[in-house]
């Protein structure tokens, strides 16, 4: 069951030699100024290597271990050592059903942040679900929606987040949708740029997984606090008995084309994966191409990881997706 699924039912290694330089000449026919000169090359090659950055952050999505976190085998308070401890992540990303009830409690968020900031940890963002619809086509449900997000923009504040990521959900056409989704996004920006929180939009289902069209709404707003989350694995645009998530998916948007059009916006990026073949690599998704997209763009910020497979452990899906992120990563960096 995936998080959207839920809502609905709620070295270099170095060898050394001791060998004399009149030996090293001998055996490979190069004089010992020549072996040096090697010797420095290589050095500086090394060292070169271990300059090279990521282009990117890495974080962890809290929904990665919702499992774990259903099971109640740890809790959300936990999330931000466990995250350090055991993955070796300290950018983490909140989902607020994990601590629905607690976006107004300080004492709670106080004691979140204080885990936070003994261990070293950044609070990311805070994924925000279930607080209604922000393209309601009806005006008044609308800006209840607004209204409900106003405490988790607080929350998110006081945590020290960038931003909360909403979604863009309603019904009816593709214009009176969007039209709908720009005065929402628009209402809620203006609270939220007065304490400079962000407002994402993933790629969630429905329209917002068109990314053309999320990117017209991302235009219409227009406000620099407002952009995208682009998840690589969330682009199922029509099902087949019209619901948000649970029949089969039988129209996908392209995930590339689709993050492309996303990325101008994005301010942030969400790592989706499920199954990784022998050599770790995503099925799914080609990260090599998807990462390219992503650092043309220009981004720079955080790349959240999301795993919401099954032939691996939550842990062990976390571990491979880091791994892959952490490689290609380099490879292009």
Known sequence: MNRTEFLRSLGLVTLTASLGSGMLSSCNGKSSSENTQD?????????????????????LAQWSLHKALFAKEFDNLDFPV????????????????????????????????????????????????????LADLDAKKRQKTVE????????????????????????GTAEEVSKAAIDGLSKLSEYAEKVNIGIIVENHGGYSSNGQWLAGVMKGVGKDNCGTLPDFGNFCIRREKGDMWQSACVEEYDRYKGVEEMMPFAKGVSAKTHD???????????????????????FNGYVGIEYEGSKLSEVEGIRATKALLERVGMQIA
């Open 148 to 171: 409900n997000h106003y405490k988790w923009v607080d929350a998110a504040k006081f945590l020290g987040c960038h931003s909360i990521r909403v979604n863009a959900f309603g019904i």
């Open 82 to 133: 466990k995250a350090k401890n055991e993955f070796g992540i300290t950018n983490v990303e909140y989902v607020n059903q994990f601590f629905k009830d607690k976006a107004k409690d300080e004492k709670y968020l106080a004691e979140l942040k204080k885990r936070c900031d003994d261990n070293g940890v950044t609070s990311v963002l805070i994924m925000c679900d279930g607080e209604g619809e």
């Open 39 to 59: 010797s420095t090359a290589t050095a500086s090659s090394a060292e070169a290597g271990k300059s090279k950055e990521l282009f990117f952050k890495i974080s």
């Open 276 to 298: 990784f073949d022998e050599q770790g690599n995503c099925t799914e998704t080609d990260y090599n191409k998807m990462l390219n997209i992503v650092k043309s763009a220009g």
